[in-house]
């Protein structure tokens, strides 16, 4: 094994560049879902209300109606910033290719006939 010999670099800051970069390279490896989520945010109900692009009355109506995820304390309303991503995102509308990849999936499951383009000769 041959040595390597490193002039003018500290052992300290050659130590830190390796690791910086394997870790770097760790992080880019992992699915999100294992990656480090940043902090959840609360916020008011005028905060939550600019979020959404809403008026206050509307957010009070979603709470009425138990539309919109909320915390209670005393007589203060607090949102969390992810739950209002979530129902936002709950109101999202599949293309017609999520659509058919669906339908697939679901055919060749139950039946294992492939939905997607077998429409039969005509």
Request: net charge neutral.
């Amino acid at each position: 094994m041959t040595a390597i010999q490193f002039v003018g670099v500290e052992p300290e800051t050659l130590i830190q560049a390796v690791a910086d970069e394997v870790t770097g390279r760790v992080l880019a490896a992992l699915p999100d879902i294992l990656k480090p989520k940043p902090a959840d945010r609360y916020l008011n109900l005028n905060e939550a209300a600019a979020f959404l692009n809403l008026k206050p009355s509307s957010i009070y109506n979603k709470i009425a109606s138990r539309e919109l995820p909320h915390i209670k304390r005393g007589n203060r309303l607090y949102f969390l910033e992810s739950d209002l991503r979530e129902y936002l995102n709950g109101g999202r509308q599949m293309t017609a290719a999520e659509v058919e990849a669906a339908a697939a999936t679901y055919c060749n499951e139950k039946s294992g006939f492939a939905a997607a383009g077998k429409g039969g000769d005509r």
